[in-house]
Every structure is written in structure tokens, then in C-alpha cells.
């Protein structure tokens, strides 16, 4: 069956600008997670979904980032005034929901900020 | 707090050589662990798991990880590599009973013909 998708695959942006990235999780997976990786770092964990509902938004590093989710399937990850420090790939992950499930990741999003 | 730690950031071996990279975490008791690869422009693909029991976990590609409990490890192997390996690996800790990992910083593995 399908993978996980993100769109688009590369986002080159200006300072300042607002930017959405897309992530369509597995058909039937309830968990979501998006994560942030920077050069020469790890995965940065962002955002947690269950269902449309986020119990865990500690890892938005600032107002500037915000997450929704729609009909427990596709999530959004939302960039506002991106600054040049936000370049880096954006994964998105998703798991059938049970604690310590295997998370599937999708390719990522390279977002470049000018 | 927890932690994960992999010490070597490149690693490079011939084509045909064996393979350890290190994972070392920190948490209070066992965790759950993993091992994910990814390839230059893909994302993450799990390579093998470790919830509980038989201490030494086969996974894919002919990989197979060692959970030490006393040195708190799990180190990933492989005895022959192939050069279709050259990628980045990272291993994962997730505490029991939870949805959030804890991923190590990535060792890149490059692969001499």
C-alpha cells in the first residue's frame, strides 16, 4: 500500500514569507508526528497527533509554527514570517497509534529559507 | 532526562568489512529501541526493533542489533557490508508506554569499493 506522502518535496522561500507543508499519513493510522531535521542534527521532535487532536505540541519552537490535522488523515505544518533559521528538512511520521508503535516517515519537505 | 548518544558521526569501512555502530541511552529503565537508515533524499525506513526478550534482534538487510542492559547499548552490526549501505543511520529510544522517540544525532556510514 502507500507510504507516506509530504508535498511539496523542496520549498524555497524568502525571509518573512508564510509557508505550508503538506503531509498525507497511511490510510488507517491514527498517530501523526512531525519532526525537524537540521543539518549534522537529529530528528527534532515537533508535533504529536491523535486523531485531530494534538496532546503534545511541546517540541513548535515558537507561535510561529502551528500544526492542524482534518479528518484524522492529512496534517499541515504552517511557517509564518519564516526566518532563515527554519531551513531544514521536515519529516512527517505516522503509526497506528499504539504506544511504541513502529513510526513510518515519510521523505520529507527540504525547506530553504532566503 | 533521556538521551541518546551515537559517538561516531562518520564511519567509513571497505565494501565487504563488518559494521558496529554505537547507540548508547540514558533512561531509567528498558526502553523500547530502534534503529531507522535514510538514504540521501528519503526518510527514515526501520531497520530493526527491540521491545523485550532475546537480547540480540535481526532486522532487515541483514543487520542485527545487541541490547546490553549493564552498559546501557544497543549497538547495530552488520558482518559483511555492501556499498549499497553508504547511508545515515540513527538509532531511537522510546520509553515504554509512550509515542514520543528519542532520536541520536546520525552516524554516516560511507562505503569504500
Same mark, same amino acid.
Do not use: M
Given at each position: ?62 507561535? @510561529? ?44 519537505? @527540504?525547506?530553504?529559507?532566503? | ?67 546490553? @542492559? ?6 547495530? @552490526? ?36
Amino acid at each position: 500500500g502507500a507510504g507516506v506522502s509530504q508535498s511539496p518535496s523542496n520549498k524555497v522561500t524568502e525571509k518573512g514569507k508564510d509557508v505550508e507543508l503538506r503531509c498525507d499519513p497511511i490510510s488507517g493510522h491514527t498517530a501523526l508526528y512531525w519532526y525537524r531535521q537540521s543539518l549534522g542534527q537529529g530528528l527534532e521532535f515537533l508535533i504529536y497527533f491523535q486523531g485531530n487532536s494534538a496532546p503534545d505540541k511541546s517540541g513548535l519552537p515558537s507561535d @510561529r509554527f502551528s500544526a492542524e490535522r482534518t479528518g484524522g488523515s492529512v496534517s499541515t505544518l504552517t511557517i509564518q514570517r519564516t526566518q532563515q533559521e527554519d531551513s531544514a528538512v521536515y519529516l512527517c511520521a505516522s503509526s497506528p497509534g499504539r504506544a511504541n508503535n513502529e513510526q513510518f516517515f515519510g521523505p520529507g519537505t @527540504r525547506l530553504t529559507v532566503l | 532526562a533521556q538521551s541518546v548518544t551515537q559517538p561516531d558521526i562518520h564511519i567509513t569501512v571497505s565494501e565487504g568489512a563488518s559494521l558496529e555502530l554505537r547507540c548508547n541511552y540514558s533512561y531509567g529503565a528498558t526502553p523500547y529501541l530502534f534503529w531507522y537508515v535514510q538514504s540521501p533524499g528519503q526518510g527514515l525506513q526501520l531497520l530493526l526493533k527491540y521491545f523485550s526478550g532475546d537480547t540480540l534482534v535481526q532486522g532487515i538487510k541483514g543487520f542485527e542489533a545487541e541490547f546490553k @542492559r549493564s552498559q546501557s547499548s544497543f549497538n547495530l @552490526r552488520k558482518p559483511s557490508v555492501h556499498w549499497s549501505d553508504a547511508a545515515e543511520y540513527f538509532c531511537a529510544v522510546g520509553p515504554s508506554g509512550t509515542y514520543k522517540y528519542i532520536f541520536g544525532t546520525g552516524t554516516r556510514l560511507k562505503v569504500l569499493a
